[in-house]
DNA sequence: TATGAATGAGATTTCATTCAT
DNA sequence: CATGAATGAAATCTCATTCAT
């Protein structure tokens, strides 16, 4: 239910009430259950359609060289989550209490099998030469991930940038840093 | 109360129970309000001396050159928010219920004083010629800030590295991003 | 409805859901309303039918001697109890809570009619000298009722005996007691 | 708690509600969870004191021979029972309910050690010849129970007999039967 | 200061029942 | 007749907070 995600991302899981939910829905709290569960089955819900989404952008990347793969990599996922903000909200706010439930297993194997594609992206882009050999491809890969997992809400509104202006932004700075130079390499 | 901020960031401050905070104390819940007001006090507490630390690292910076400075400001940073692990994850975590509430008006304030940090140095770097004159400083401000300020559990044991570790991995990032290039600018 | 009535037996009328009926015919739960006004309704179709069925058997008895009559009537009893299980685990789970409607006054009734049955009998037979004379009729009758009206599951299947087993031994048992004798006066 | 005891056994565990219980204690029903974990801890509570007792009254009998160590279980049985009516009625009326739960494990094990103890004394008075031989000890015992066991709520008051006079009226028809005989062998 | 019983508001969930289609 | 969405009352339980001892 996208409504009920919308609550989650502005409030918390926690902190939103299923009389929230209902009254955004525009009925009574108790009717809620004809269509979930319970409360937590709406939130597997909205993560586990969020995360399926997720893997199959990056399971299309459809070249072998690393530094176009990273850029699809970061186009996909800025796609797929402004496509699901709430979701990738919910998963930041609540990861401790999500990740600690047997239901939501799915989320740690998820966000494992992400970690290993650009691990492998950055060793593969330095033994080609093209990244820095002393590039440490974990610790890359976790300050990335906060920059590109963080809940996109400003990224829209707020600042007035649009979607690729951003996106650009953070591959210029990926790639050549915010260090004048001669000739950057960023932005083919 | 140190217990409090440490539960807080384990499970968010919606989530503690006051009688958790309690069982870390080896008291009762009622005996609790012998020492604070009410929860949130706990979390006001907690939030205030984070954020009037955070802004005495940013206020003693004591050079003119952008990128010095930014260096100071990085170090600064990463070692109070490293202090304060528990108060930065409420923030996150808990932003919005925070900052709705008059009480908690100086959160605002502070964030806007690191904003004007931070876009005045970018500012002042561009004009200087040391950094690229087509940065969107706002912009690159916020793709910082999400890397700096994300929860830090993972930076520490998990992955084995050391802070300094981290602080110089995210400063090469930042000066130069991820792509081999003859005579690297970055330190050390 | 004899679904029904097989859950009420399993589960209790209160803790049996209309759904679970439903479901249970393969419907869903709005259209049960379509055979039935209400699930009260439902129990009450079904404890009406089954006090109707044990009073018939009360009535049949055509003989004036008490032990005839005696087995004639406990014959009878288990033959009617063993074909309306649901509705006797019914009234006995939830005698409190039927007994108190207006709806299911004719429960007390024939109760009583029942309960004069016996204690005529036992009356007769104290008085032909067939029957002990110090015989409490009414305690006895309490104290027999409890035995035969017991919610009959344990008799079939678990323990492997016949329905007349089971009447067998208890007739013997009433007659005669548990004592060795010589000459008993049980049936075969 | 005595009091939910009490309206459990007026209305069956399940139709009993919280508020119910807590209204007869004078609080509010919040309040009850500083007493109790849950409604079903309540219930546990009950019951297992309960069969505690019960199996420390079979445990008592200090004689070989079965009628007079059959005679010691009624007494002992009656007087615990009477002391526990409220526990007595939610077993039998729940007992599906109860049963079902593995926290509730300790009732089937109860209930077969209570069985065996019946059966032990049946089989032995056979081989004594002081009981008939073709007496079905399990069966025998299953109909007793269903006596000694019915909730004994209109043993009290409404027939107006002493416990006493219940109890002896039993053991008599447990010997001797109904059927008149020179030279009773019941009551000692 | 600490205890522990109590409060009271509110959260999630259940369920018999209704009704437009 | 059946569906399925909705109702609304009520049930169990949680939790920050208070207060007499």
Chains 1, 2, 3, 4 share one sequence.
Do not use: C
């Amino acid at each position: 239910m996208h409504l009920a995600g919308e609550l989650f991302a502005e409030k918390g899981f926690r902190a939103t009430t299923v009389r929230e939910i209902a009254d955004a829905a525009g009925i009574l709290s108790g009717s809620l259950y004809h269509h979930f569960d319970s409360k937590e089955s709406i939130g597997d819900q909205i993560l586990s359609e969020f995360l399926t989404d997720v893997l199959a952008g990056y399971r299309g990347v459809d070249t072998d060289d690393p530094r176009a793969a990273i850029e699809q990599v970061v186009r996909a996922s800025t796609a797929t989550l402004s496509r699901h903000r709430a979701a990738l909200t919910m998963l930041q706010r609540d990861w401790n209490y999500f990740s600690a439930q047997p239901r939501f297993a799915y989320l740690r194997e998820a966000m494992h099998e992400i970690e290993q594609v650009w691990i492998t992206l950055f060793e593969r882009g330095k033994r080609d030469g093209q990244f820095r050999s002393d590039l440490d491809a974990k610790l890359t890969y976790r300050l990335l991930r906060d920059v590109l997992w963080m809940p996109t809400s400003w990224r829209q509104g707020e600042g007035g940038w649009q979607p690729d202006e951003v996106v650009d932004g953070f591959l210029r700075l990926l790639f050549d840093g915010i260090t004048a130079r001669n000739g950057s390499t960023a932005r083919n």
